[in-house]
């Protein structure tokens, strides 16, 4: 009688076990739930897709208005349901929890529903998903988009789905999304399909792949995005000369002036170092470099073949991470974000969870073993890098890279969920290392700046002299609705429209118009951009009356300016 009772709890704990994994992952993004970052780029795609869905799309800023992929469902929610948080968010939330979902299935098909349960709590509690997962802006969808073409790949190679054709289209339409939401991810297809190629080629299943009508799904894609671009540019390859453009900005202190190869060598350099150091494998790094260089399974084994593309999967995005040079004197850099490793979340979190199942109870091979020491020695030396930094994300991520490297050496002695729980343990502490300390402060930073812009008079007959950060909240916070003429100054003394937004002027209004200023942001502003803040700015709040006072700095509020300049 006892034994009939034990064996229902064993298989309602099997399978209780992946449904409770799964919600906890999805949890993890939900519960830092960020919504429109107003000092982001969510306001321009914003801006971006308000004007396509009023059938005036506009180009020539810089990359973001090519980044179709995100620009149309959009445009698509704002011409259904007019401008709002939830649809501004809508799609890179809907991504971030798929990212568990199609990691844990994936998973599931190829090492088992443990493995698939494991993989959605490696993914739900990557720092990638619930920091940028709910904002608007298009690094997590494309990073979706993109395991979506690996994970189509990766099943059909290992014979793990019927419809082999269907699943190639949609990996093929996949991949292109991923192009069309944003364009660095060009050169990481690129790499991986080649490197797909080779594998396949070596293990002689490139044969049963399905090419055509992989590649047709992605001129479903395609297509139509270079011939929107055609229509609206002259050139379908516009986009190509917007990069160029985009990733030279005069001013910008972080950046060399570089086209051509050169360019080119920037955007697919080498950075896996670096993406250690910004902690996109922070936790997980030893062991997929010891599943890398583990014992290799019986010839035939699709075990190998399965490893050996979702390695392929993650290093290609590495090696195209770095868009800007960076120094490690300027140990924070300015423009490399840990948003941009979004491509290899679904990935690792894969191979990491299969190797957790499949190396549990046989020691490494040495080859296996060096590969984790070597990382667990790249751990010990970024920890003494970040102390001697004093930057608190290296620090952590560094020790999180220890104490995995040590556990994935001592796993074979251990119980067979040691090493997998020791992973999700590092995750979730990181993660409420986020949610208690600096979650709050940032949800209060754009609040207030919410609350701050909230007290500006929008009246479409008075014109906006102010910062570019709140010349670009406005308009947002009144859906676009209205608008005056707003402008901003830059640091050569000229006033410009920002984001080609506004009027193109060059000195303040002859008419009555409102000054916003904020001085703290206002020199944060400039000095972002290698410049200092107009001293005939200063002037015109001093000469200003002021109607509304911020709190915060002293002297930051609304001035009204009768215009005794212009012309």
């Known amino acids: 009688m006892n034994g009939t009772e034990q064996k229902p709890r064993k298989g309602t704990a099997k399978t209780v076990w992946p449904f409770l994994a799964v919600a906890m992952a999805l949890a993890s993004p939900l519960l830092v739930y960020h919504g429109v970052i107003l000092a982001g780029d969510d306001v321009l795609y914003a801006r971006l897709a308000s004007e396509m869905a009023d059938g005036h799309p506009m180009f020539g800023i810089n ?85 979506a073409f690996v994970v189509g790949w990766v099943l059909i190679v290992a014979r793990r789905v019927r ?60 297509f ?31 950046l060399r002036p570089l086209e051509g190869l ?21 936790a997980v790094l030893p062991v997929v470099v010891a599943a890398a260089m583990a014992r290799q399974s019986a010839p035939g084994d699709i075990g190998d073949g399965v490893r ?16 800007f040079s960076t120094s490690f004197s300027e140990w924070v850099p300015v423009n490399l974000f840990l948003r941009y490793g979004s491509p290899v979340v679904i990935p690792a979190g894969i191979l990491v969870a299969g190797a957790c199942v499949r190396l549990r109870g046989s020691p490494l091979s040495n080859a296996a073993r060096r590969g984790a020491g070597l990382a667990l020695a790249a751990g010990v030396g970024l920890l003494w890098l970040g102390w001697a930094q004093e930057n608190r994300w ?9 104490v995995a490297g040590v556990s994935v050496l ?74 005056p003429e707003v402008a901003t100054w830059k640091g050569r003394g000229e006033v410009e429209r920002p984001f080609s937004w506004s009027k193109q002027t060059d000195r303040p209004w002859a008419k009555r118009f409102l000054l916003v200023w904020d001085p703290g942001e206002a020199s944060f502003q400039a000095e972002r951009w290698g410049t200092v803040v107009p001293a005939w700015v200063r002037e015109e709040v001093a000469r200003g009356r002021l109607l509304r006072e911020f709190s915060g700095a002293p002297g930051a509020g609304v001035y009204l300016l009768e215009g005794k300049r212009g012309e």
């Open 394 to 402: 290296s620090l952590v991520g560094a020790a999180a890279t220890v």
């Open 163 to 222: 419809h082999r054709r269907v699943w190639a289209a949609v990996a093929g339409m996949a991949a292109a999304w991923a192009v069309a939401t944003r364009e660095s991810i060009a050169p990481m297809i690129l790499f991986t399909v080649l490197g797909f190629v080779l594998v396949g080629w070596r293990q002689a299943t490139l044969r049963e792949f399905p090419i055509r009508e992989w590649f047709l799904g992605g001129c479903l894609i395609g």
């Open 224 to 254: 139509p995005y270079l011939l929107y671009l055609w229509w609206h540019t002259g050139t379908p390859w516009y986009v190509a000369y917007a990069a160029q453009g985009g990733y030279n900005i005069a001013g910008a202190p972080w």
């Open 410 to 483: 001592l796993a074979h002695r251990m119980p067979k969920l040691f090493l997998p729980t020791v992973l999700v343990v590092l995750l979730v502490a990181a993660w409420g290392l986020y949610r208690f300390q600096e979650y709050p402060g940032e949800r209060a930073l754009n609040a207030a700046t919410r609350r701050q812009a909230q007290m500006v008079p929008w009246d479409p007959t008075l014109p906006i002299l102010t910062d570019p950060l709140t010349a670009q909240v406005l308009p947002y916070l009144h859906k676009f609705e209205n608008p």
């Open 262 to 282: 050169q360019l080119g060598a920037r955007l697919t350099g080498l950075s896996i170092l670096r993406a250690a150091i910004e902690g996109y494998l922070f």
């Open 63 to 147: 990359t973001h208005p090519y980044r179709l992929g995100f620009l149309v469902p959009l445009a698509v929610l704002y011409h259904a349901f007019g401008i709002h948080d939830w649809a501004t968010i809508a799609l890179p939330l809907l991504s971030s929890l798929s990212t568990v979902l199609l990691a844990a299935y994936a998973a599931g098909r190829l090492y088992g529903d443990t493995a698939g349960a494991w993989a959605a709590l490696f993914c739900g509690f990557n720092p990638i998903v619930y920091r940028s997962g709910s904002m608007g802006l298009v690094d997590v969808p494309a990073g979706f988009f993109y395991a």
């Open 308 to 323: 050996h593309h979702l390695l392929v999967a993650i290093v290609s995005p590495l090696m195209v991470l770095s868009h």
